[in-house]
């Protein structure tokens, strides 16, 4: 009885904890789409129109001539499916190579498109 009563408390708290973080687990159970194919430019931005990273990330973008859609997560539907698909919680989000960049983060741009 008692072997029985452990199991099942280890059962519950296992449960519990995937509950807790189905986000990372499902990540980690569902293969993530790959927009990027979707997209002849190299950099896919998620982003709005009255956020500053996401201004200063154009920018920078621009200035290095480094190609890039850029979808409206306020205006697009599409912009939306996709930025909620990768578990977009902030802007801007960046598809670099199928690769996420969030915030504004120019090394790690430099770094996704290196790869």
Request: hydrophobic share 45%; net charge positive.
């Amino acid at each position: 009885m008692k072997k029985t009563a452990v199991t099942f408390a280890i059962i519950v708290a296992v449960i519990g904890v995937m509950a807790l973080n189905w986000g990372s687990v499902h990540a980690l159970l569902v293969a993530r789409p790959d927009f990027a194919a979707q997209h002849v430019e190299p950099v896919v931005l998620y982003g709005t129109d009255w956020c500053s990273n996401c201004k200063m990330t154009r920018a920078y973008l621009r200035e290095n001539k480094i190609p890039f859609f850029e979808y409206d997560v306020e205006k697009s539907p599409e912009g939306q499916r996709q930025f909620k698909m990768l578990q977009g919680n902030g802007v801007p989000l960046l598809l670099v190579k199928n690769n996420v960049v969030r915030g504004f983060d120019p090394s790690a741009i430099q770094a996704a498109l290196r790869r």
